[in-house]
T-cell receptor, first 112, second 112 residues
Framework: DAGITQSPRYKITETGRQVTLMCHQT?????MFWYRQDLGHGLRLIYY???????DKGEVPDGYVVSRSKTENFPLTLESATRSQTSVYFC???????????FGPGTRLLVL | AQSVTQLGSHVSVSEGALVLLRCNYS??????LFWYVQYPNQGLQLLLK??????LVKGINGFEAEFKKSETSFHLTKPSAHMSDAAEYFC??????????FGAGTTVTVRA
């Protein structure tokens, strides 16, 4: 029972490079979410998806792109990484509106 | 828009003492409220949630929270702290949709 996984767990990159963070869930949950966690801000929603091929912006979407061609995968791409995108990124999924969100272990990203 | 305020970014308690973490929310409609816990280098795990049923909600690991509409609060308590309770705790609110807004978090330290 893998649940929800994220890869890589740690990533170091340079400014201007493209980076893709992967998220995979095995529950066939409809809803998936990407958050970033920064000290003093808690978790802030970047993008979310209600189903395959349906995505929408969250609170802090600038500089990020998402896609969802398959229900189980929800990759997050930083098209041109900036230092301000250094953060811990969490993916989450839920089986329905207002149901519990289950979180992955996170990806720690450092942009130099 | 809804928002969440967690009072106190750090709480230190003695083992066996009461744990009290404060959360206030702002919402013009009945909210769904959640407490999540995050252990070091891990994702978030649901402790408990309020979804308009009983105002006193019991969760895992001996935690409970009480929804007080008049005070717009959802404080988390545990009668007797254990060393394993050392973690970061997040309060979150969802109002009428499936997105969550998180507080900034409270780090709990347990003293032997």
């Amino acid at each position: 029972d893998a649940g929800i996984t994220q890869s890589p767990r740690y990533k170091i990159t340079e400014t201007g490079r493209q980076v893709t963070l992967m998220c995979h869930q095995t529950w066939s949950h409809s809803y998936m979410f990407w958050y970033r966690q920064d000290l003093g801000h808690g978790l802030r929603l970047i993008y979310y998806s209600a189903a395959a091929d349906i995505t929408d912006k969250g609170e802090v979407p600038d500089g990020y792109v998402v896609s969802r061609s398959k229900t189980e995968n929800f990759p997050l791409t930083l098209e041109s990484a900036t230092r301000s995108q250094t953060s811990v990124y969490f993916c989450a999924s839920s089986g329905g509106a207002w149901e519990t969100q289950y979180f992955g272990p996170g990806t720690r990203l450092l942009v130099l | 828009a809804q928002s969440v305020t967690q009072l106190g970014s750090h709480v230190s308690v003695s083992e066996g003492a009461l744990v009290l973490l404060r959360c206030n929310y702002s919402s013009s409609v009945p909210p769904y409220l959640f407490w999540y816990v995050q252990y070091p280098n891990q994702g978030l795990q649901l402790l408990l949630k309020y979804t308009s049923a009983a105002t006193l909600v019991k969760g895992i690991n001996g935690f409970e929270a009480e929804f007080k509409k008049s005070e717009t609060s959802f404080h988390l308590t545990k009668p007797s702290a254990h060393m394993s309770d050392a973690a970061e705790y997040f309060c979150a609110v969802s109002v009428g949709d499936y997105k969550l807004s998180f507080g900034a978090g409270t780090t709990v330290t347990v003293r032997a």
